[in-house]
């Protein structure tokens, strides 16, 4: 019996991945046109037999049955016009190695197996309870009737050009096998919009499709003749890409990958600038709804984000500006932190009986609940702090159902998929509002996640909100060798020890009661 190994190892440029072969797809293949050459030397002389009255051959397109006329069963004792104790081989020239297989016959009982196998014919030093098991074989999921079943190999049957043989009580029909799906990274992305953002770009996209495997995250790269590169990994569009120059112009592309490797990149987007003033205003006089739109690099406060507002003004006249300022507008989250705001948002022009409903996605971590609105205003407002009685300055909003649909309320929040999305009503007149996650629970990798080979490594993990201390762990995944994650300190730190990207899903869970825990994915790459 006699096989070969194959390794597929992909290297791939930018987020290196070593892989091997994907998921499988069942074909059913029965008796081919044209039978191989004979005889079929898989199988060894027994009894009448010289040589295998059968030959099933496995490849990437499924499983051939090939039947050798002119030799015939092995026990002449017994007739059957379909054939008796049928001498049968196996050759695995498929790419993986085989496990099972199952075998039918429409007409004949092939597992009916009556103690004259082929090991009743010769002598046999493996296992053989049935006399019809040969080398590394054996039965199992025999149907009632005995017209199907499944041989198993002992050891898997190795790929490209494994073989061993094996009897039954006739010849078979069908042989159902798997064969593997060539392994393929996913199709590239197409690119949308690049927003600009204060020292960074939003970059949108729609996935090109998946792969052989899961879609494990996507890059986006921007380049400037005239401004430093810069790139970012993410789950999903958008992606934010910090770290890029005001005033220099630059063009965006996005790559997916998988355990195979990198898509090809998408085509460039077209010109983006990115702006100190960190903000993007969008007029209301031509239509009934206003729109703005932000990307927003990462800070001690807040990751990387994208935050989109729609807005429909019952007096369709005026300004929405979004910002991209940090602050905590002095709203205290439930359990005392000081969580920053993902993002503000200002109204402009518009009478305060005017009623302006946002609806607000933030692109925030998974596992991080809805926040609540913090809301600052000169004109007096009903909020969670005063809820009989209208004040101005600042608090949080309460929900609209609570206070009749007096402005400004929340009408809705919830959480779909890993963004937050929060409807309210306000005011015109110039009230200012802005999303804080109350309970924190937002943890993100804090400095540059690209490591070199055998070269001091050190990163933090950082949560905002919450209550302290947060324990960390990893959930799934590993760190590059060499690198460790420290349970009380939130660091990731040591020598890398291989080049090649890794990817940890790290936890990290505070102290309140009950417990919160979020979980984010951390790539690393290591060059």
Same mark, same amino acid.
């Given at each position: 019996m006699g096989s070969t190994r194959r390794n597929v190892v992909a290297f791939v440029v930018g987020c290196v991945v070593i892989a091997a072969s994907g998921g499988f797809a069942a074909i059913n293949a029965t008796t081919a046109s044209a039978d191989p050459p004979t005889p079929f030397t898989q199988c060894p002389a027994v009894g009448a037999a010289t040589s295998c009255n059968i030959l099933i051959v496995l490849d990437d397109s499924g499983a051939h049955i090939y039947t050798d006329h002119a030799v015939s069963p092995f026990d002449l004792g017994e007739t059957n016009p379909n054939g008796e104790d049928t001498l049968i081989g196996v050759e695995n020239d498929s790419s993986t190695p085989v496990a099972s297989l199952p075998l039918a016959s429409s007409t004949v009982d092939i597992f009916g197996f009556d103690a004259d196998g082929l090991c009743a014919f010769v002598t046999c030093s493996w296992p053989n309870p049935t006399t019809y098991e040969g080398?590394?074989?054996?039965?199992?999921?025999?149907?009632?009737?005995?017209?199907?079943?499944?041989?198993?190999?002992?050891?898997?049957?190795?790929?490209?050009?494994?073989?061993?043989?094996?009897?039954?009580?006739?010849?078979?029909?069908?042989?159902?096998?798997?064969?593997?799906?060539?392994?393929h990274v996913p199709g590239a992305p197409t690119i949308g919009t690049v927003l600009p953002g204060n020292g960074a770009l939003a970059v949108s996209f729609t996935d090109g499709g998946q792969g052989s495997s899961p879609t494990l995250g996507y890059q986006a790269t921007c380049t400037s003749p005239n401004g430093s590169a810069g790139s970012s990994v993410d789950s999903g569009s958008p992606i934010v890409v910090p770290g890029l120059t005001n005033g220099a112009t630059y063009t965006c592309s996005?790559?997916?990958?998988?355990?195979?490797?990198?898509?090809?990149?998408?085509?460039? @987007?077209?010109?983006? &600038?990115? !702006?100190? #003033?960190? +903000?993007?205003?969008?007029?209301? %006089?031509?239509?009934?709804? =206003?729109q703005a739109t932000i990307p927003q690099s990462s800070s001690k406060l807040a990751p990387g984000q994208s935050a989109g507002v729609v807005g429909t003004p019952s007096d369709p006249t005026g300004t929405v500006v979004l910002t991209g300022t940090l602050g905590t507008l002095d709203c205290d989250s439930i359990?005392?932190?000081?969580?920053?705001?993902?993002?503000?948002?200002?109204?402009?022009?518009?009478?305060? @009986?005017?009623?302006? &409903?946002? !609806?607000? #996605?933030? +692109?925030?971590?998974?596992?991080? %609940?809805?926040?609540?609105? =913090?809301?600052?205003?000169?004109?007096?407002?009903?909020?969670?702090?005063?809820?009989?009685?209208?004040?101005?300055?600042?608090?949080?909003l309460l929900l609209c159902s609570q206070i009749n649909n007096i402005a400004p309320c929340v009408i809705s929040t919830k959480q779909v998929g890993s963004n937050i999305v929060v409807k309210f009503v306000v005011p015109g007149g110039d009230p200012r509002f802005c999303v804080l996650l109350p309970k924190g629970r937002l943890t993100w990798l804090a400095g540059a996640?690209?490591?070199?080979?055998?070269?001091?490594?050190?990163?933090?993990?950082?949560?905002?909100?919450?209550?302290?201390?947060?324990?960390?762990?990893?959930?799934?995944?590993?760190?590059?060798?060499?690198?460790?994650?420290?349970?009380?300190?939130?660091?990731?730190?040591g020598k890398p020890k291989v080049r090649g990207l890794q990817t940890a899903v790290v936890a990290g869970t505070d102290s309140a009661s009950p417990p919160q825990t979020a979980k984010l994915s951390v790539p690393i790459k290591v060059t």
């Open positions: 080398p590394n074989t054996s039965f199992s999921a025999i149907s009632g009737d005995k017209k199907s079943g499944t041989v198993n190999f002992t050891t898997p049957l190795a790929a490209n050009g494994g073989t061993t043989y094996f009897s039954l009580e006739g010849a078979l029909e069908t042989a159902s096998f798997q064969p593997p799906v060539p392994p996005v790559l997916a990958w998988n355990k195979v490797g990198n898509s090809p990149p998408s085509g460039n @987007s077209a010109p983006a &600038t990115p !702006t100190p #003033t960190a +903000k993007r205003m969008d007029d209301c %006089t031509d239509t009934t709804t =206003c359990n005392g932190s000081k969580p920053g705001p993902i993002t503000e948002l200002f109204d402009e022009g518009f009478s305060p @009986s005017t009623r302006l &409903t946002i !609806t607000m #996605t933030l +692109k925030i971590a998974s596992s991080t %609940t809805p926040g609540q609105i =913090c809301y600052e205003s000169e004109i007096p407002f009903f909020s969670q702090g005063s809820p009989t009685v209208k004040q101005a300055g600042t608090g949080y996640a690209t490591a070199k080979l055998n070269v001091a490594f050190n990163a933090q993990l950082q949560s905002t909100g919450g209550r302290a201390p947060v324990h960390w762990k990893i959930s799934s995944g590993k760190l590059p060798a060499g690198l460790l994650l420290g349970g009380s300190t939130g660091s990731i730190s």
